[in-house]
């Protein structure tokens, strides 16, 4: 009798020991997995979403966009996403944003995480104030970049000449007289949408959707567009240590000086 309760209670604490060792396990590899979700920063939301870090924690993951999506484009993340779990995502390759009118998406997220103030002008709804991403094009892969005939990017922008348009160019060849025609993007009017990657025809995409704050650089702090009014006023806000440099040879010396001193190139 014993020895049954001896091996019984053996028993019970090896299953809590394994129990305990499953339970931390999980908890490591969840945790590896919402450190590597968050890292992404190749996630394109829906239109109207704030910034991520603001999304993340209004989106109380409901799927309500999911459903008033008509086109079947937003997904809710998965845990073999990468993307934070249970949130909207798109993959404009698989299927682009079909720019409705009604941004039913938006219109139907119950906590600003798509925010459809951003989605109007003049207090009427209009989808191309989206901001879901920018359309980068690969210059190496695009067969309008090698000289062939291919504007389907452009035909298929919902705001053709206006996100993108196709501008003619003289062949650098020798023996060549014809003009190259090549799709070029405005970031500014882009939305995002990503019919142009949907329809782009090469094997992997040549144009292709990357969330705007990447696109765009805006992460950078070290150049400012003087001509914009938005960027003159970060320029005021900016402080004095953001842009201290090292201390070389080179950067002690007045401007003129480093002009007059061609040696001086040398031995930095």
Same mark, same amino acid.
Request: aromatic content about 8%.
């Given at each position: 009798?014993? &020895?049954?309760?001896? $091996?019984?209670?053996?028993?019970?604490?090896?299953?809590?020991?394994?129990?305990?060792?499953?339970?931390?396990?999980?908890?490591?590899?969840?945790?590896?997995?919402?450190?590597?979700?968050?890292?992404?920063?190749?996630?394109? /939301?829906?239109?109207?979403?704030?910034?991520?870090?603001?999304?993340?924690?209004?989106?109380? *993951?409901?799927?309500?966009?999911?459903?008033?999506?008509?086109? =079947?484009?937003?997904?809710?993340?998965?845990?073999?996403?990468?993307?934070?779990?249970?949130?909207?995502?798109?993959?404009?390759?698989?299927?682009?944003?079909?720019? !409705?009118?009604?941004?039913? !998406?938006? =219109? =139907?997220?119950?906590?600003?995480?798509?925010?459809?103030?951003?989605?109007?002008?003049?207090? *009427?709804?209009?989808?191309? *104030?989206?901001?879901?991403?920018?359309?980068? %094009?690969?210059?190496?892969? !695009?067969?309008?970049?090698?000289?062939?005939?291919?504007? %389907? !990017?452009?035909?298929?922008?919902?705001? +053709?000449?206006?996100?993108?348009?196709?501008?003619?160019?003289?062949?650098?060849?020798?023996?060549?007289?014809?003009?190259?025609? @090549?799709?070029?993007?405005?970031?500014?009017?882009?939305?995002?949408?990503?019919?142009?990657? @949907? +329809?782009?025809?090469?094997?992997?995409?040549?144009?292709?959707?990357?969330? /705007?704050?990447?696109?765009?650089? &805006?992460?950078?702090?070290?150049? %400012? *567009?003087?001509? &914009?009014?938005?960027?003159?006023?970060?320029? &005021? $806000?900016?402080? @004095?240590?953001?842009?201290?440099?090292?201390?070389?040879?080179? =950067?002690?010396?007045?401007?003129?000086? $480093?002009?007059?001193?061609?040696?001086?190139?040398?031995?930095?």
């Amino acid at each position: 009798m014993d &020895k049954l309760y001896k $091996n019984e209670r053996r028993d019970f604490f090896s299953k809590v020991v394994k129990g305990i060792g499953y339970s931390l396990f999980g908890g490591m590899v969840w945790s590896a997995y919402i450190e590597k979700s968050k890292a992404n920063t190749l996630i394109l /939301r829906p239109p109207g979403a704030i910034k991520e870090e603001e999304f993340i924690s209004k989106c109380i *993951k409901c799927g309500l966009c999911v459903e008033a999506c008509p086109f =079947n484009t937003l997904q809710l993340a998965n845990i073999s996403d990468g993307v934070p779990l249970g949130t909207p995502f798109m993959i404009p390759r698989e299927i682009p944003c079909y720019m !409705c009118l009604d941004i039913p !998406c938006a =219109n =139907n997220c119950p906590t600003e995480a798509l925010d459809i103030t951003k989605l109007k002008k003049n207090n *009427k709804l209009d989808i191309n *104030k989206a901001t879901i991403g920018t359309a980068i %094009i690969n210059q190496d892969t !695009c067969i309008a970049f090698w000289g062939l005939q291919c504007t %389907i !990017c452009v035909k298929h922008c919902p705001i +053709a000449n206006e996100a993108i348009k196709v501008v003619y160019e003289k062949s650098k060849k020798k023996d060549s007289y014809h003009a190259i025609a @090549k799709p070029l993007v405005n970031s500014e009017a882009c939305t995002g949408c990503g019919l142009c990657e @949907k +329809a782009c025809p090469t094997e992997v995409a040549s144009i292709y959707i990357l969330p /705007r704050e990447i696109a765009t650089a &805006k992460n950078s702090k070290h150049y %400012i *567009k003087s001509w &914009k009014e938005e960027d003159e006023q970060r320029l &005021k $806000n900016i402080k @004095k240590n953001d842009f201290t440099l090292p201390k070389t040879k080179r =950067n002690e010396k007045s401007l003129l000086d $480093n002009v007059n001193d061609v040696e001086g190139i040398l031995d930095d």
